[in-house]
């Protein structure tokens, strides 16, 4: 009996490599397996929801226990294969937001170039579909690129991408926290991978440069508060309260990943056989955008500039807003013209933080 354990054992390791290859070979940076159970991390899902830390994301209440439980999406999983894909390299350079230029909007370095659920969901299929080749059998499996009801972070955690920093975000030693993640449901019985160990230590550079403080602990991020989650999640008012640390995000937010070590120093150039990175790279209008050109943008002109990118999900009305926040925190009065003509305007929403945006700019001193 010994000796069938022990080769059930290294048929299953041996299995796990060659489809962490096989996810390498497709195109992937980083590939892991984890068993497909619940864990004391995903069941924190149900402590995180219950503080109210979700905001307006109302989406990650429903099907709870299938997040705490990937078994129930899939029946008879087995194993999760986790896939990591760098979509920026580590800048040794300092915050993006270092020396800015008054009048130039940011957005998070996923988000200016090609849809990420696009390009990882692509590649997720190529993956699924060699499965069966390397199993030797029919194979029942699901992938999701933040779309289903699964903890990416936490089974890319247990699988050995890296680990769970304090800002919450998945930490890989070597590549640093600017990963896209995906995971495979699936049914087959795989040698699961070894964790990496967590290297925070006592570092609390993440937290201490959190401008709204939303990151309320270690390991714990209150969305209500994040520049991310406002900017792209909630279609409402910006909190008054806030929208002067919300600096000139136009998108989302990298302030707690480019404080953080493990992407300050750079490292060699990461091959792209397949042209992946560079369809995520940033288009150039998305660059540095320019405030007056975001503010001027028609419904139009908005569906253009954000056509097959990450970008669409603020929609026009929101990418406004968030222009008028990042007005009133520029510094540049030329943009007062630009401005008044959204306090002007027939939208209420845009109205109010035009106006919010207009006073501050005109108690600048010329």
Request: net charge neutral; with cysteine.
């Amino acid at each position: 009996m010994g000796i069938n354990r022990l080769d059930t054992d290294t048929s299953t390791e041996n299995l796990r490599e060659k489809v962490k290859a096989l996810a390498m070979a497709v195109g992937f940076d980083l590939a892991g397996v984890a068993t497909a159970e619940p864990s004391r991390e995903t069941r924190f899902l149900r402590d995180w929801l219950a503080k109210g830390y979700s905001g307006t994301m109302e989406y990650m209440a429903r099907r709870v226990e299938e997040r705490v439980d990937p078994r129930l999406v899939l029946e008879g999983a087995r194993s999760v294969i986790a896939v990591g894909l760098v979509y920026a390299e580590k800048d040794s350079a300092g915050p993006a937001g270092e020396g800015r230029i008054p009048g130039v909007g940011r957005v998070a370095r996923y988000a200016g170039g090609d849809d990420y659920h696009e390009v990882m969901g692509d590649r997720l299929r190529a993956l699924v579909w060699g499965l069966e080749a390397l199993a030797g059998r029919a194979v029942s499996s699901r992938h999701y690129v933040d779309t289903g009801p699964v903890q990416e972070r936490v089974f890319a955690a247990r699988g050995g991408l890296g680990w769970i920093g304090k800002n919450t975000c998945l930490i890989h030693p070597g590549l640093g926290s600017y990963i896209f993640l995906g995971v495979v449901l699936t049914d087959l019985e795989l040698e699961p991978d070894a964790r990496e160990p967590d290297h925070c230590g006592n570092c609390r550079l993440c937290l201490d440069a959190c401008p709204t403080d939303a990151l309320v602990g270690p390991y714990e991020l209150d969305a209500r508060r994040c520049i991310a989650h406002a900017t792209i999640e909630d279609p409402g008012a910006i909190a008054p309260e806030q929208r002067a640390q919300h600096g000139e995000w136009l998108f989302g937010c990298d302030i707690c990943q480019e404080v953080c070590p493990w992407n300050r120093t750079a490292g060699p150039a990461l091959a792209d056989p397949l042209g992946l990175r560079e369809r995520l790279r940033a288009r150039e209008e998305w660059q540095g955008p320019a405030l007056r050109w975001v503010l001027d943008l028609s419904p139009e002109a908005w569906q253009g500039v954000t056509r097959r990118s990450a970008l669409r999900r603020a929609r026009h009305r929101g990418l406004l807003r968030n222009a008028l926040v990042a007005a009133g925190n520029s510094g540049d009065r030329q943009l007062i013209p630009r401005v008044r003509k959204h306090a002007d305007g027939a939208d209420a929403l845009l109205r109010e933080h035009a106006r919010w945006a207009l006073e501050r700019l005109e108690a600048i001193a010329f």
